[in-house]
């Protein structure tokens, strides 16, 4: 497979499952970011196949991040992470142009589902 995948979250416990469940599914984890500031220095840096963007994070939350990486590249593929109860934001996520959700706490199979489809 070899999909290189930017894992953004601000919680390291969340970054960490994703690697997990990504990495035993055969996809390479292209680098990871605490907040939406790092996440655009690393999709930069990076240039992956797929995001995976946590919505609440401190210094910019995951909504702006993706309408910042969309400017650099339009055809960027995000998969946004949400906890429970947020799905105004997740329509906000999907307007500004994440692919797919997936909820918090991660479920391996749903988690994979998003990226297949996003990837494809």
Known sequence: MGNRILIVD?????RMMLKD?????????????????LAIERYRETQPDLVTM?????EM???TAVKEIKKIDPEARIVMCSAMGQQAMVI????AGARDFI???FQPERVLEAVRKSLS
């Open 92 to 95: 906000e996520a999907i307007q």
């Open 10 to 14: 601000d919680a390291a416990f969340m």
């Open 103 to 105: 909820v918090k706490p």
């Open 21 to 37: 469940i990504l990495i035993k599914n055969g996809y390479e984890i292209a680098g990871e970011a605490p907040n939406g500031v």
């Open 61 to 63: 939350d995951g909504i």
């Open 54 to 58: 946590d919505i609440t994070m401190p």
